[in-house]
């Protein structure tokens, strides 16, 4: 059982007491009658023969709440693999479609937008995630709508359910829900949000003050967790980036747009387990690596929008005042592992925030050369002011693919 201990300035909704699977569906499957629930799925190839997807399918086809799913495939343009994922979804009995977001139809569907001065990014989550929600929007019929990844190895129908309530319950009416968890097996895993975003927005706190939007960051126990609910509104107006600062873009983009008041996050299972990244620490295009710079550089960026001036001195100072706090950080972590009896590499611990300290150095510099660079998606309301009828265009080549 969890601690019921509410900190930071979001509400936590905490796993306690012996789960009610039938009284949470049940709850549910009330709600979807009068705020329609979608669940999105963004996928890859890589995915589809994986041991995790095919328990995550076995799963969501008994869950009776959903008024649709919608399955993003990308990074590819083989038809092959297309029809392989329609097949394998297709054991889905509630209303689903693939959204080939590399296929053919929606490659000339971006070149409509460079046309227009709009770029929907490089393939990869967050332009599958952003393609997926077009296509809601684009049917106005799901009010709700929820996401998560395909490569969960534990994935439990708590977990769907437990990430949609906040949101879907108009007794407590969120706008926006982020799922925490445990990374745990016989060790501590999470290591970019351990070693990496904590200590960093730590850092910016020491350096800064305790700036509202910093605070916001820190009060979430799992900044990096890929799964979330929101109202499909802010799915309309909410920006999202291409690259690997994702999760932390979009907890931005929600801190502008809603009052912290319709904003919580909730314990969705007890433990969490997926495939995890390799280090990289030698390639700053790969692995996690990549992953810090991008989020790096997404939180300098918001810092700027709060009209925080970042000097080259400031970003030394946060570099040496990052590296210290993350190695303090690991003692406690060390700690932690020895009193329950897990396992704890102190070393590969201290490479990895050898490695972060590097990141930091990289992203920090891109930034000071290119502060105007962002990787956003441009929202939904500003590619409809652009092209009015391109969700209309985007819907017909949903159903187009899906036909044939």
Not at 35 to 51: F, G, M, N, Q, Y
Not at 67 to 80: F, H, K, Q, S
Not at 95 to 124: C, K, M, Q
Not at 238 to 262: C, K, Q
């Amino acid at each position: 059982m969890a601690d019921f201990y509410q900190t930071g300035l979001v509400a936590t909704f905490h796993r306690l007491g012996a789960l009610d699977l039938e009284r949470l569906e049940g709850d549910l499957r009330e709600f979807n009658e009068h705020r329609p629930i979608a669940l999105v799925l963004p996928t890859t190839p890589k995915e589809l023969d994986s041991p995790s997807l095919k328990g995550i399918l076995e799963n969501v086809r008994k869950i009776e709440y959903l008024n649709e799913i919608v399955v993003t495939l990308g990074r590819t343009d083989d038809p092959a693999q297309f029809e392989r994922a329609r097949k394998l979804f297709g054991v889905l009995p509630q209303r689903h479609r693939i959204v080939w977001a590399s296929g053919p139809r929606f490659l000339e569907l971006y070149r409509l937008l460079e046309t227009n001065d709009l770029s929907a990014g490089e393939d990869g989550k967050g332009r599958s995630a952003w393609t997926a929600y077009g296509y809601i929007l684009a049917r106005d019929e799901s009010k709700v709508i929820g996401l998560h990844d395909c490569d969960i190895v534990n994935h439990s129908r708590e977990m769907v359910g437990r990430l949609f309530y906040p949101v879907a319950s108009p007794h407590i009416d969120y706008a926006f829900c982020k799922g925490y968890y445990a990374r745990v097996t016989d060790r501590m895993h999470g290591r970019v949000t351990r070693l990496f975003v904590t200590p960093l927005v730590r850092s910016l706190i020491k350096l800064f003050g305790y700036l509202p939007f910093l605070v916001y960051l820190d009060s979430f126990r799992y900044a990096l967790a890929g799964e979330f609910s929101m109202i499909a509104e802010l799915a309309r107006i909410n920006r999202i980036p291409s690259d690997w600062g994702l999760e932390v873009e979009t907890l931005a983009e929600v801190y502008r747009n809603y009052s912290m008041r319709r904003i919580c996050q909730a314990e969705i299972c007890d433990t969490y387990e997926h495939k995890h990244q390799p280090l990289s620490a030698e390639d700053p295009k790969t692995g996690l690596m990549k992953m810090a710079i991008d989020i790096a550089k997404s939180v300098l960026r918001n810092l700027a929008v709060e009209s925080i001036v970042l000097s080259e001195s400031g970003l030394r100072t946060l570099v040496i005042n990052y590296q210290r706090t993350a190695k303090d950080a690991l003692k406690c972590y060390s700690d932690d592992a020895d009193i329950n009896g897990l396992a704890f590499d102190y070393h590969l611990e201290t490479v990895m925030v050898e490695a972060f300290t590097r990141a930091i150095q990289i992203a920090g510099k891109e930034f000071m050369e290119d502060p105007l660079y962002s990787p956003l998606i441009p929202s939904w309301n500003r590619v409809t002011s652009a092209v009015p009828d391109f969700l209309a265009r985007l819907e017909e080549a949903v159903e187009a693919d899906n036909k044939d």
